[in-house]
């Protein structure tokens, strides 16, 4: 098997005193979508903003792409091929979703694209197709969500960390951007998902990984898990 594209290893991070995230190991192959599960305050969102180097403590090994990721600013693991989109989707007031586009491009070496991968994105999303020109903050939830993920996209990143992509969206508009997550691992694009849904996350999945209080303490293939009756009960009550 060829090295994963992302490795963990004995990854620890911090809010202050409060040990977050602890001492946690995990991989993610290329061209994979993997879960992370666990309940609420189990170290999901922390291990997404840990990897991306958002973080002020943190301690253990990131390797991306076969390269070390700790001391690295988002900035610069943004640059190598890992995008983020945060929970609270960061859409920005007063542009309009053709510029919130524009903006995955501005620290790119893409940026010379931009005309051409806003044509590419708008395809992928065609909901946001039909609104490139409307102000970005008159989209519905679900249709901000993905803009959000679609400006992640912009750069062509080989892997997109996903925190509760569907969380506050109406179900018709959760059916399409689980279809999209599945199409955009048809298009090579490797995803880390966290995610309240967790059987529609699994049904998606390769792979998942379960914390608890900052530890991991099982993992397994996702078809596995979506039949274990013991893990449906304790974590896919949604």
Not at 28 to 35: H, K, L, M, Y
Not at 79 to 108: F, K, M
Request: aromatic share 4%; net charge negative.
């Amino acid at each position: 098997m060829s090295a994963p594209l992302l490795e963990v290893r004995n990854l620890n991070a911090w809010y202050d005193r409060s040990h977050v995230v602890q001492d946690i190991s995990f991989e993610v192959q290329r061209g994979e979508i993997v879960t992370l599960m666990g309940r609420n305050g189990a170290g999901k969102t922390t291990t997404l903003r840990t990897l991306m180097g958002l973080l002020a403590r943190t301690s253990g090994s990131i390797v991306f792409a076969g390269k070390p990721l700790q001391g690295r600013p988002a900035h610069e693991r943004y640059h190598q091929g890992l995008a983020y989109v945060p929970e609270d989707r960061r859409i920005v007031t007063g542009l309009t979703v053709r510029e919130n586009l524009q903006l995955g491009l501005i620290a790119s070496a893409r940026r010379g694209e931009t005309d051409a991968m806003i044509d590419e994105i708008a395809t992928t999303f065609p909901r946001l197709k039909e609104r490139l020109a409307q102000d970005a903050t008159s989209l519905s939830g679900g249709e901000q969500q993905m803009l959000a993920i679609a400006r992640a996209m912009m750069a062509r990143p080989q892997m997109i960390l996903l925190d509760e992509p569907s969380e506050g969206i109406m179900p018709l508009l959760v059916h399409e951007m689980f279809e999209l997550f599945a199409r955009m691992k048809a298009q090579g694009t490797t995803i880390l998902l966290v995610e309240q849904n967790v059987q529609r996350a699994l049904s998606i999945s390769d792979r998942a990984y379960i914390l608890e209080q900052g530890h991991v303490v099982h993992t397994g293939a996702a078809e596995d898990l979506l039949e274990d009756a013991d893990i449906q009960s304790r974590y896919c009550a949604v």
